[in-house]
């Protein structure tokens, strides 16, 4: 199976909880046989001058990495390289696109429109945050809605976020029959 990370800042990393999942989960998938490409964002904002590499694809425990460059701006970063690496993976066959974290769930719905199936992983309701203000806290809200309705599977990280999610699985809205992972 060919698999795309989506959301992360960087991998190898051990720097957030995102990082230290999709490395974890990226190494296993290798070992299971699959082929998986994280999308690494690609900026001084981010990868600082130790993890500068050309824009070709590198490996690292088997994964290969594909580097994508955002802007150094930490309130754009996110979003830009989100839309750039959904755009790519795209025009690879991939057989699933892995979206980790609310923000970059918000390129679901495009990656859907070109029938990808899609995962989403949510580590945490990023929108409720206090470091969000009140214009990316609806950016937020609305990406994990957009999850919720559009991600062929969803993986929460606790059981009261899957009580969290069951909640718009049953409304008329998102009656669609998926499953939430815990």
Same mark, same amino acid.
């Given at each position: 199976m060919k698999i795309a990370m989506i959301g992360h800042k960087r991998i190898p990393s051990r720097e957030g909880g995102i990082e230290i999942v999709v490395s974890e989960l990226s190494k296993r998938m290798v070992n299971l046989g699959n082929d998986v490409v994280a999308y690494n964002r690609k900026s001084e904002h981010i990868a600082g001058k130790e993890h500068e590499t050309a824009t070709g694809l590198n490996t690292w425990e088997g994964v290969k990495l594909k580097w994508i460059p955002t802007p150094n701006s930490s309130k754009?970063?996110?979003?830009?390289? /989100?839309?750039?690496?959904?755009?790519?993976?795209?025009?690879?066959?991939?057989?699933?696109?892995?979206?980790?974290?609310?923000?970059?769930? /918000?390129?679901?719905?495009?990656a859907k429109l070109f029938r990808k199936r899609c995962i989403v992983t949510i580590h945490g309701i990023d929108w409720q945050r206090s470091k969000w203000g009140g214009f990316a806290s609806k950016i937020l809200l609305n990406a994990e809605r957009k999850a919720a309705k559009y991600a062929d599977e969803i993986i929460v990280l606790s059981k009261s976020n899957q009580e969290y999610f069951k909640t718009f699985r049953e409304t008329d809205r998102f009656k669609k029959k998926k499953k939430l992972y815990r």
């Open positions: 754009l970063n996110a979003i830009v390289y /989100s839309f750039f690496a959904t755009f790519d993976a795209l025009f690879h066959k991939f057989d699933v696109i892995h979206f980790h974290a609310e923000g970059p769930a /918000s390129m679901v719905l495009l």
